[in-house]
């Protein structure tokens, strides 16, 4: 797989255990948090991922995942070709959307063999084999393969460059809309890009505006809380929706019915919720 992108939804229920870890040969991955916390150690360190956070794990990066306070849910963008970057911002200058210093990267945290016994950062992590002995998973050509090895994949002491795990809060994200009238296009909240673009459309003040149908290609899904453009019920937390390539799509009626009556006036949505797109030139399939 050299080309292409893929999208998951997932649900996680119990740690992986401490003598395993798991890499994709395939793909990088980016992870959104929906409901939960994972506690992700990985080669180069640990991170911390929560609700309203996106985690990007590079591929070939050995890593495993626990769940400190119980069952996770969240969405996984695979992206087969090419890596993740800051979108070019262009005529918004410097300031604005997602900025290089925010995003959080891990410290070496080196662990020997004698250590898997005891737990590391969790006491109710379990393991099924003996502590000098690891399973190692890697999905490689869309198929799962293991491997035994006699050492920790988590051995790392300190390292260095540009390839590298690493998390971002989305509510560091600095909005760019229009203030004046009509609907910018939604690129315009691209945290990261690729050939597949990742949006959020979080807490925003919208213009008085008419919105006509958008001819994009994307999944969209959403954390805690209701999408101000599809109120209808039918759009809710750990859910998603694909509008294909072609297929016009936009608000529900719902939201239109309300829209309609409101005062021209500037208004503040998207309080305690946030919305995200993984959008692409391709056709979902």
């Known amino acids: ?40 150690q990985t080669e180069l360190g640990y991170i911390l991922a929560r609700p309203n956070e996106i985690v990007v794990i590079p591929r070939g990066v050995r890593h495993r995942v626990s769940l400190p306070h119980g069952p996770a849910r969240g969405y996984i963008l695979e992206l087969y070709q090419g890596h993740f970057r800051l979108p070019e911002l262009g005529p918004i200058g410097s300031n604005g959307l997602a900025s290089a210093r925010d995003f959080q990267v891990p410290v ?32 490689f050509d869309g198929k799962l393969f293991q491997a035994r090895q006699n050492h920790t994949p988590f051995d790392v002491v300190a390292w260095h460059r540009l390839y590298y795990p690493y998390k971002y809060d989305l509510g560091r994200f600095n909005v760019i809309g229009s203030t004046s009238f009509d609907h910018p296009d939604p690129s315009i909240y691209t945290v990261l890009t690729g050939p597949s673009d ?88």
């Open 198 to 285: 990742h949006m959020v459309s979080p807490r925003r003040y919208l213009s008085a505006a008419m919105v006509p149908p958008k001819y994009d290609v994307r999944i969209h899904g959403i954390d805690p809380g209701d999408y101000d453009a599809k109120t209808g019920g039918g759009f809710k937390a750990a859910g998603a929706s694909l509008h294909n390539v072609m297929g016009a799509h936009g608000p529900d009626s719902d939201a239109y019915a309300k829209a309609s009556a409101a005062d021209l006036k500037s208004t503040k949505v998207g309080e305690g919720s946030m919305t995200f797109m993984f959008e692409s030139s391709r056709c979902w399939v």
């Open 108 to 139: 070496a945290a080196y662990m020997d063999n004698s250590k898997a016994e005891d737990g590391v950062r969790s006491t109710n992590r379990t393991t099924n084999v003996d502590s000098a002995d690891y399973t190692l998973v890697a999905k």
């Open 1 to 40: 797989m050299n080309s292409g992108l893929g999208v998951l939804i997932v649900a996680v229920g119990k740690d992986m255990d401490l003598n395993e870890a798991f890499y994709s040969a395939d793909d990088g991955f980016l992870i959104v948090v929906q409901h939960g916390v994972l506690d992700i």
